[in-house]
Nanobody, 115 residues
Framework: QVQLQESGPGLLKPSQTLSLTCTVS??????????WSWVRQPPGKGLEWMGA???????HYSSSLNSRMSISRDTSKNQFTLQLSSVTPEAPAVYYC???????WGQGTLATVSS
């Protein structure tokens, strides 16, 4: 059974960098030719796909976030990490890590930006 768990600070100040890590168990982030993705959801709104990293290490990002985000990985820990720079005060969002084809999801972690 594949399990994903997000971790990272939940409260940031404007202009800081959001850094969230997803720890995967039950599957390897370097095998099976799948993608590992980050998705966020503001309260009451739909899911927003942010980006993904493939088993080869290749990355793909949302065009709206491309200039501010990156996804990296630590294969020794079976983890992948989201970094989103220059965060701004806005509605909080729950950030999820997931395995494409979206058959396994983390429980989500809430991140809020406030001065």
């Amino acid at each position: 059974q594949v399990q994903l768990q997000e971790s990272g600070p939940g409260l940031l100040k404007p202009s800081q960098t959001l850094s969230l890590t997803c720890t995967v168990s039950g599957d390897s982030i370097t095998t099976n030719s799948v993608y590992w993705s980050w998705v966020r959801q503001p309260p009451g709104k739909g899911l927003e796909w942010m980006g993904a990293i493939g088993t080869s290490g290749s990355t793909h990002y949302s065009s709206s976030l491309n200039s501010r985000m990156s996804i990296s990985r630590d294969t020794s820990k079976n983890q992948f990490t989201l970094q989103l720079s220059s965060v701004t005060p806005e509605a909080p969002a729950v950030y999820y890590c997931t395995r494409v084809p979206y058959d396994s999801w983390g429980q989500g972690t809430l991140a809020t930006v406030s001065s």
